[in-house]
Structures are given as C-alpha cells and as structure tokens.
C-alpha cells in the first residue's frame, strides 16, 4: 500500500501534499487526472479513448482544429452545447487554451494550431445542458459533424473528452503517482492486458507499467516512488483482450513540476 506524504500548510496545519497541490497552496506544481474508455478493444493492443480498437495517432505538426458535433442541437444558440474550452499544447510543447462557440455540424476553426491535444470541455449549454451529440476536434473533411481525422471526442452525456493519454508541457516534469484499469465485460474467461507507456521525444513508445485481469474486474496500481517523465514526452495507456469487443477504462493521476521552481 501506497504512503501518504504529509507536509505543513501556512496556517500551521498538517495536510496530505497532495491536497496542498490541488489546493494551490505548492507553488509551480500541477495536478492531473486523465482518464478514458475503449468500447471496442480487440486482440492488439489499442488506446483506451473513444476512437475504438486502434492506436491513437498523434499529430506530426502543430495544425489548426476543426471543432464540429454530430448533432446540429450544439450551437450558440441551440439546446446543446454552445461554447468549448479546448486545451493542448503548441509547436514548442507549451500549453494553449481557447474558447470556441460551436456550429452545430458545421466546423469551426481554433485560432491556435495544436501539436497536441489534452482535452475539450462543454463550458455553456442551452436547456439541455449537455451537449446533444458527440462533440469533435480534428482535422480533414468534415462530413455530418465528423471530421476525417479526430484527435479528440466528447462522448454524449460527458461534457469533457475522455482519452488516456496526455504530453508533458515545456518545461515541466511530471511524475505519475497510480494508475488503473477497469474491464466492463463480464463475459467469462476473457482476459485484459493493461499498460501504461511513456515516449520520450523523438524516442518510442516504453512499457512502464503493465498488469493482467479477468473480465469484469479493476486493476490499481500505486507508485511508491512516483514514475519520473521528462518534458514533452507522450503518456498513453493502452489494453488488449483475449476476446474482441471488450470494454476497458484507463487512468492516471499526475504531479508535474516546473523545471525552474526553487
């Protein structure tokens, strides 16, 4: 079983450090939970995010995003979603947000170009309140609200984007703290392989972490001594399962530092 490191606030009081980070109270240190579901994980392994059983595929360039919904209820003025707050990262690694207002099925550029894209989230909504549709960001011909190429969705009902993957910003390193995975079918004697991958830049995708379940069951893993990642290196969690078709959710939690703080 994990420890917990406890540290003294300003007011004189013990708290678990890691509640301090969240509070905001460390300075130059974030906090991250990263989380997201496969529906369709086949015998290789896959990403576990919304685009089924296939490896995430990562843009080779910083590029402008087409944010799009498959529902034409999701636009500044309908019941849906109205605006998005999208995050990721630029050319150079370094964090970059905006807010977009929705089109409904029909595109809308981001002004910033992404080399990396962290999350989407629902920021307004009409009567609804909930996006009425699956919500996109990619690149390519949008057909019906879908992109050509998604780099990130919004499942219905969720009002964030759901992946298991995530790049360390410039600048920082980060240090993953757990891990788990959690297989949704309960079909008798499948068996789902986890892991947890890390790829420094310009290097390849590394198992860190792995771990074998039966359906059904989760699987959660605490570090000790966190898992050290360099600035701008990909954390991704992948799954495969003995049978195709399984359900699997992965996630992480994250502590990144500046590289400067004293």
Request: hydrophobic share 40%.
């Amino acid at each position: 079983m994990a420890t917990t490191a406890w540290s003294i606030t300003q007011s004189g009081r013990y708290e678990p450090f890691e509640l301090q980070v969240a509070r905001g109270q460390i300075s130059w240190h974030e906090t991250l939970f990263q989380f997201g579901t496969n529906l369709n994980v086949g015998t290789s392994f896959s990403t576990l995010w919304p685009g089924g059983g296939t490896l995430y595929s990562y843009p080779s360039a910083a590029t402008v995003l087409k944010i799009s919904a498959a529902n034409a209820n999701d636009t500044v003025a309908g019941t849906g979603a109205r605006t998005v707050l999208v995050n990721g990262l630029d050319a150079n690694y370094n964090e970059i947000s905006e807010i977009v207002s929705l089109n409904g099925q029909t595109a809308v550029n981001t002004v910033n170009s992404y080399l990396r894209f962290h999350y989407m989230a629902v920021l307004t909504a009409g009567s609804g309140e909930t996006a009425a549709g699956i919500l996109y960001a990619g690149v390519g011909t949008v057909t019906s609200g879908v992109p050509a190429t998604i780099y990130g969705y919004v499942p219905l009902g969720y009002n964030i984007s759901e992946q298991a993957f995530w790049t360390v910003p410039a600048g920082y390193t980060a240090y993953i703290t757990s891990c788990a995975w959690t297989s949704a079918n309960t079909t008798a004697n499948i068996v789902v392989t986890g892991s947890l991958n890390i790829r420094p830049l310009n290097g390849v995708f590394v198992t860190e972490s792995t771990c074998k379940m039966v359906a059904g069951n989760s699987f959660n893993r605490h570090f000790d001594t966190a898992v050290q990642v360099s600035e701008k290196s990909d954390i991704e969690m992948r799954a495969a399962s003995s049978t195709a078709g399984s359900s699997v959710t992965g996630e992480f939690n994250v502590i990144y530092i500046l590289n400067d703080a004293a």
